[in-house]
Each structure stands twice: as structure tokens, then as C-alpha cells.
């Protein structure tokens, strides 16, 4: 009886193309669907199984963070802006950082936590990313329900721009997902990078204007443009109160990074899965 073994040397990962990698990455979710499915399904059940409440938390602690903001806001913490009510720029802003950090965050964690277990099982890491991004999906899905009410009683209709939020968002998944996923393979071999990424993010979310009005403060107005934070954020909120796109150069500078940064990551995550497991 004889074994075969496959052997995988450094040249075969370097005739990939970028292309390719896509096409192979898609390939994967594809055929391991019924898997990942599986798996959003049990992370969603499991998180709160010895609860009273059950799987109604899932529900209720992706609002809890709009309800913070909406109570401080309706107590005058923050000014109007720019004739925006001070309730909705800043709910439409939580709910779109921890949609955007998440794009940055989750492949860092998903990756850390998951690595072990996916050196078990036939699911490569793409099946685990996307559950994790299903999820996300799903807790921003009941923010945006919750924002909407927010910004329908306090603001109105919104702006007819709104339809293009979708393409806005799509920009900053390629920009921040391609740099976590980027960012989860150096943090395998140097845990610190996670640490990193989460104290940036403290800071950054009171440094890319989501409460706080930071492009009327005089030293660091100057330096809002170069926040890819703040001009996804502030983008997607001036197309939902006025229709038009606030930093169209800047959106565009990002987009188009976003774009090229997400192919290569995906060319670097798929060459590097391989070598992955001897961090398991």
C-alpha cells in the first residue's frame, strides 16, 4: 500500500496570481457553505446558552451601545452639527465605527482564536473569517435598524444620497478588512500587533470625529483628510442628512487603496494559510 504525500514548495505559492487567489478564496467559501452556515449558526446559539434570556441577547447588546449615545445626546452632552442633530450624528457614527473597526478587527481575533481549530478541521480560515463577518453583519444589521428609527424621529427622511452608502461601505470593507487580514497573519508570529490595533482604535474613535466634532478643532482639522475612519464615517453620514459627498478626492484616494490593499491581502492570506499551523 503506498501513501501519497504533497509536498508544497515556495514556487507553487508564487505562481498564484492575484486573480487567482481571489477565484481560490471564493472557491473555498463556496464549497465549505454548508459549513460556515453551520458554524454562524452555533456561535449564535452558543453565546448565551446558560442564559435565562437566550439568544434575545443577541438582539438586545448590539443596541445597548445607540442607547449610551442617544440618552447623552438627548441630555445635551454634544452640539448640533451643522444643523444635524447632535442624536443622530452621533448614533449614525457608533454604529458605523464598530461596523468599520470590526472590518479591521475581527480577522486579527478570528485568526488568533481560531487557529488551532482550523488546523483540525477541514475549514480553512476564509470559512471562519466569513462566519465571524456574518455575525457582524448580523449585530450591525439590528444597530442600522435602531439608528434608522433614531435618525427617521429626530431628522426625518433621509437624503436621497443614502443609496450610495452601500458602495461607501463596500470601500471601507476592502480598505480595513484587507489590512486586518494582512495584520492577522503578523500577529500569529507577534502577538503584540493585536494589542496594538485595539489601543489605536480607543483613541481613534475619538479622533475621527464619531462624537466629537474634530474638523472645527484648529490643530488637528488639518489632519482629518488623511483618517480613513473618519472620511468613510463622515462620508456615509453627509450622504444620509444631505445628499452630497463631503470628501469626494479623499473617498476616492481610499477606495482605491482599499481596492488594491484587498486584493493583496487575499494573494498574502491564501500564500501564507500554509504555514500557519506551526502557530497552532
Not at 508544497?8 to 481560490?24: Q, T, V
Not at 445626546?73 to 449614525?92: D, I, K
Not at 482604535?201 to 470625529?209: A, F, H, I, N
Amino acid at each position: 500500500m503506498t501513501e501519497t504525500i504533497t509536498v508544497y514548495a515556495a514556487a507553487d505559492d508564487a505562481k498564484i496570481s492575484f486573480g487567482g487567489a481571489l477565484r481560490s478564496l471564493a472557491g473555498q467559501i463556496v464549497q465549505h457553505r454548508w459549513h460556515i452556515g453551520q458554524l454562524f449558526i452555533r456561535e449564535f446559539a452558543n453565546a448565551y446558552q446558560l442564559t435565562r434570556f437566550g439568544v434575545i441577547w443577541n438582539y438586545i447588546l448590539p443596541i445597548v451601545p445607540i442607547t449610551v449615545w442617544v440618552l447623552l445626546s438627548a441630555l445635551r452632552m454634544f452640539p448640533s452639527f451643522e444643523g444635524v442633530s447632535s442624536v443622530v450624528h452621533v448614533t449614525m457614527g457608533v454604529t458605523l465605527w464598530y461596523l468599520f473597526s470590526g472590518f479591521l478587527m475581527l480577522p486579527i481575533t478570528t485568526v488568533e482564536n481560531k487557529i488551532r481549530e482550523g488546523s483540525k478541521s477541514e475549514l480553512p480560515l476564509i470559512g471562519f473569517l466569513i462566519a465571524g463577518f456574518a455575525q457582524l453583519s448580523f449585530d450591525t444589521l439590528v444597530r442600522a435598524v435602531a439608528t434608522a428609527g433614531v435618525f427617521a424621529y429626530f431628522q426625518g427622511a433621509p437624503a436621497p444620497g443614502i443609496l450610495m452608502a452601500p458602495l461607501v461601505i463596500a470601500a471601507a470593507f476592502m480598505f480595513f478588512t484587507g489590512i486586518g487580514m494582512i495584520l492577522a497573519i503578523f500577529n500569529l508570529a507577534y502577538r503584540d500587533v493585536v494589542k496594538v490595533v485595539g489601543v489605536v482604535l480607543q483613541y481613534g474613535m475619538l479622533l475621527s470625529g464619531i462624537v466629537f466634532p474634530i474638523d472645527q478643532i484648529p490643530i488637528l482639522s488639518d489632519y482629518v483628510a488623511f483618517n480613513p475612519f473618519y472620511v468613510f464615517v463622515d462620508s456615509i453620514r453627509t450622504l444620509a442628512t444631505s445628499g452630497a459627498i463631503k470628501h469626494p478626492v479623499e473617498l476616492a484616494t481610499f477606495s482605491a487603496l482599499g481596492a488594491a490593499i484587498f486584493v493583496f491581502a487575499c494573494r498574502f492570506f491564501l500564500m501564507s494559510e500554509k504555514r500557519l499551523k506551526g502557530f497552532a
